[in-house]
Each structure stands twice: as C-alpha cells, then as structure tokens.
C-alpha cells in the first residue's frame, strides 16, 4: 500500500529523475530462504551453503561473491550471474564520538545518494552491548517538517526493498573493518517517511529476519500517517512503532508537521495505541525539542498527560540545528527541567554523530551547494561536480 501523503501544504515534492535501465537480477538483500535454496540447487550446491554465503556476506563483512573463499570458486562465479551481491556503492564514510558513530553515504544506481548512521553502544550495567543502524528509507521527504533538513528535499525517490537492506549489510561490513560486531538493531529513523510505502517498509523488514534481525529488535518512526499504522498493524509484523508527536496541541503541530492537517494528534494517538494493543509492544513517542517552540512547562504537563494516556514512552530529542532554520535545542538545563516534568515515561536522547552531521534530520544537509564550493575550494573538482549533479561521491576508504 503506498499512500498518498500530498496536502495543500506539501509543495516541495518534486519527480524523481529518470532511473537507468534497471539490473534484472534479484538481490540477494531481500531473496527468501526459499529462492536463495532454489538458487542454490540451481547451482548444484548443498543447502549449507546457503549459511555460509549469509554469515559471510553479513557479518563477515564479504564484499562480493568473489569474497567469500568458503564457496567453492565455479559457484561464485554461478552465483553472480544469478544474483546482484549489492545494490548500493559507498560513496564516503565518517566517523564521530570515537568510532562508535559511523556515517555512511550510500550511492544507488541512478545516483541518487542515501545516508545511513551505524551507531554502536558499549555494555553498561543494566545496559547490553548494541549495535543499531538507522536506514533511510526515501531520497528526502515529502512531508516537510519544519525542523527537518530531509524534508527541505522534499521527495526524491521511494527506496526499494533491498536498498533499505543494503544499507544494514553496509554497515555490518564497515563494522567488521573496524573490528567490531555486527549490527543487532534497525530503526527506521533516517531520510524519508517509512510509512508512506508501507509494503516496501515491511518487506524491509521480512528481510532482516533472513539476515537475523528480529521485528522485535526494529523500531519505525513515522510522522503519522494513520491509514499505514493500521496497515503496519494488520501486516503483524511485531516491530515497536515510534510516532513522531513533536507538539501537544494540534495548531502547533500543524506547523512543525504539515501531516497533521490531515491526521490531527487525537487521530495520531489513537492508531498508535491500536498498533500498540494489536502488536503488543510499547508505543514509543518522539518529541524534538526546540526552544520557545515546544519545550514550554504547560507543553512538558500535557505531554506527560499524552503518554500515560498512550501507554507510550517518550524520546525527548534537543534539536539539531539544520541550514536556513533559526531554531535549535533548548539549554541543557531547560531539556532536563522539560524531561523532569513529563516524568519517568522520558528519556533525553542526545544525537549522535551530531559533529559529522550525521544526527536526525541533517542528513544529506551537507550535500549542499556549501559542501561543493568547499570542494571547489579545496581543489576536489571530481567531489564538487559529484555533488553539484547528484552523484555517488568519489569512493574514500
Ligand atoms: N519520517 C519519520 C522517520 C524519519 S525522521 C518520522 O518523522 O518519524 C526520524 C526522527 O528524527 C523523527 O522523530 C524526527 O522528528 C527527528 N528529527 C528530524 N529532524 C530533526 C532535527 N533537526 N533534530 C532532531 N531530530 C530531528
Ligand atoms: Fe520527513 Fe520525518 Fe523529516 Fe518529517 S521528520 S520531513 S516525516 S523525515
């Protein structure tokens, strides 16, 4: 189901280029158990091999068939005729917060150009080791959130299915270089709207389970698009659902989330504490914060009000600054006395990766005409003219 989510105040979606012929053969991102065995047997190969090829082209961080010695050499060779290993190249990689945050920006066929946030989480007491990637599920955002530098793309593109998954390999495979373990977590939390392509979104999903990532460890973000939480709900997939509230009352959200014309808040909550009753998992709330906008004491109190009511728990975000926008987070001292109000149902999230721009809504944000002319500067002509035409960057390794 694709909804449509264009409202008189969603005037920055734009069509997507012309995309290049397409490759026929099918990713090995989204092939079912089913059709990798059939494949498999194709080739003349035992159904181990299906383990082998999964655990190396995951985990093992493999870059290619060619990649993966365990496979007899003539069934690589086989194999790549039949499947395509990658949909997406690597254009560039960052890396904040001492290697726990990775950026990765992600080329696809047509040259339109992904970010994905690989974030790793050190054991605490209390606290397992984690390791989470947030994938982007469109090229921008149709729906234009004021505080969003996705939005300010407006839409580009749906990503397809094994694009999605293809961001996750990525990261394991940026992970493993690092000597680090393989990813355990997905959130849908990176450029785009996941439910406005619901059947692409839980076809995402379904993969993950093939690659070993359970529903019950992806959380996907939406803006609020009713019709698709039910749609999600039905599907019963089992991930946690994350509703981005970002305001209590309806004139304000009208404001920062243009959606809320059409879904108010009421309706919002309501399909959320369906999904929630349906799914059996804990509706999650997000909530950015932004001075003198929405992190008033009266905000703090009906929010408080909002999530007891949902049975939700609450991710109070301080705002990222983004180009063009005058608004940022409130001081550390007046998120702490927001999050004390709403109560134990809070937790403040810091960003990550905020120093490589790698944070929510800023993604992409440095692909603008201030990153070309810095590449011009800096005499990176091929970059500037990648970036100035939308192409995959020049690979950095
Ligand atoms: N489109 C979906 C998922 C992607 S956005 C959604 O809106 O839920 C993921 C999260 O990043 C959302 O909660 C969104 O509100 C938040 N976000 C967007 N821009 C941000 C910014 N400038 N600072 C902090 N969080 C931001
Ligand atoms: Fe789109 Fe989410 Fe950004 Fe809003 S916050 S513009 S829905 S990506």
Same mark, same amino acid.
């Given at each position: 189901? =694709?909804?449509? &989510?264009?409202?008189? =105040?969603?005037?920055?979606?734009?069509?997507?280029? !012309?995309?290049?012929?397409?490759?026929?053969?099918?990713?090995?991102?989204?092939?079912?158990?089913?059709?990798?065995?059939?494949?498999?047997?194709?080739?003349?190969?035992?159904?181990?091999?299906?383990?082998?090829?999964?655990?190396?082209?995951?985990?093992?961080?493999?870059?290619?068939?060619?990649?993966?010695?365990?496979?007899?050499?003539?069934?690589?060779?086989?194999?790549?005729?039949?499947?395509?290993?990658? &949909?997406?190249?690597?254009?560039?990689?960052? #890396?904040?917060?001492?290697?726990? &945050?990775?950026?990765?920006?992600?080329?696809?066929?047509?040259?339109?150009?992904?970010?994905?946030?690989?974030?790793?989480?050190?054991?605490?007491?209390?606290?397992?080791?984690?390791?989470?990637?947030?994938?982007?599920?469109?090229?921008?955002?149709?729906?234009?959130?004021?505080?969003?530098?996705? +939005?300010?793309?407006?839409?580009?593109? $749906?990503?397809?299915?094994?694009?999605?998954?293809? $961001?996750?390999?990525? !990261?394991?495979?940026?992970?493993?270089?690092?000597?680090?373990?393989?990813?355990?977590?997905?959130?849908?939390?990176?450029?785009?709207?996941?439910?406005?392509?619901?059947?692409? /979104?839980?076809?995402?999903?379904?993969?993950?389970?093939?690659? +070993?990532?359970?529903?019950?460890?992806?959380?996907?973000?939406?803006?609020?698009?009713?019709?698709?939480?039910?749609?999600?709900?039905?599907?019963?997939?089992?991930?946690?659902?994350?509703?981005?509230?970002?305001?209590?009352?309806?004139?304000?959200?009208?404001?920062?989330?243009?959606?809320?014309?059409?879904?108010?808040?009421?309706?919002?909550?309501?399909?959320?504490?369906?999904?929630?009753?349906?799914?059996?998992?804990?509706?999650?709330? #997000?909530?950015?914060?932004?001075?003198?906008?929405?992190?008033?004491?009266?905000?703090?109190?009906?929010?408080?009000?909002?999530?007891?009511?949902?049975?939700?728990?609450?991710?109070?975000?301080?705002?990222?600054?983004?180009?063009?926008?005058?608004?940022? !987070?409130? &001081?550390?001292?007046?998120?702490?006395?927001?999050?004390?109000?709403?109560?134990?149902?809070?937790?403040?999230?810091?960003?990550?990766?905020?120093?490589? $721009? !790698?944070?929510?809504?800023?993604?992409?944000?440095?692909? /603008?005409?201030?990153?070309?002319?810095?590449?011009?500067?800096?005499?990176? $002509?091929? #970059?500037?003219?990648?970036?100035?035409?939308?192409?995959?960057?020049?690979?950095?390794?």
């Amino acid at each position: 189901m =694709t909804v449509s &989510t264009a409202t008189p =105040t969603s005037p920055r979606s734009r069509p997507a280029p !012309a995309a290049r012929a397409p490759d026929p053969r099918p990713a090995l991102a989204t092939l079912a158990p089913a059709d990798l065995a059939g494949c498999l047997a194709e080739c003349g190969a035992a159904p181990y091999r299906a383990t082998q090829l999964r655990r190396a082209a995951f985990a093992g961080g493999a870059e290619g068939f060619d990649a993966v010695p365990l496979l007899p050499r003539e069934l690589r060779r086989a194999l790549g005729t039949r499947l395509r290993y990658q &949909t997406l190249t690597l254009a560039a990689e960052r #890396e904040a917060d001492r290697g726990l &945050t990775r950026k990765l920006l992600l080329g696809a066929d047509d040259g339109e150009m992904v970010e994905t946030v690989a974030m790793a989480y050190r054991a605490a007491p209390g606290h397992r080791a984690r390791q989470t990637v947030c994938v982007s599920t469109q090229v921008g955002c149709a729906i234009g959130c004021a505080f969003c530098a996705t +939005g300010q793309l407006g839409l580009r593109r $749906q990503l397809h299915p094994a694009e999605i998954v293809d $961001q996750v390999r990525w !990261a394991a495979r940026q992970w493993r270089l690092a000597g680090d373990a393989p990813p355990s977590h997905v959130v849908f939390m990176g450029m785009g709207e996941p439910l406005q392509d619901v059947d692409a /979104t839980a076809a995402a999903v379904r993969a993950l389970g093939w690659w +070993g990532i359970a529903p019950r460890r992806v959380v996907v973000s939406t803006s609020g698009i009713v019709p698709a939480i039910d749609r999600l709900g039905e599907l019963g997939l089992g991930v946690t659902l994350a509703l981005s509230l970002h305001a209590t009352l309806d004139p304000l959200r009208d404001r920062l989330v243009p959606l809320n014309r059409r879904w108010p808040i009421a309706a919002c909550l309501e399909a959320g504490r369906r999904y929630a009753r349906g799914s059996g998992r804990r509706l999650t709330l #997000e909530y950015v914060l932004i001075a003198g906008v929405n992190d008033g004491d009266d905000d703090a109190r009906r929010l408080r009000r909002i999530a007891a009511g949902a049975g939700a728990h609450c991710n109070l975000i301080p705002m990222n600054g983004i180009p063009g926008s005058p608004w940022h !987070a409130p &001081t550390p001292a007046r998120v702490r006395a927001f999050a004390a109000r709403v109560g134990p149902r809070a937790t403040i999230r810091f960003s990550r990766g905020d120093r490589v $721009q !790698a944070a929510c809504g800023q993604l992409r944000a440095e692909l /603008t005409a201030p990153a070309a002319r810095a590449a011009r500067i800096l005499g990176r $002509q091929d #970059e500037a003219r990648a970036i100035a035409e939308r192409r995959p960057l020049p690979v950095l390794r």
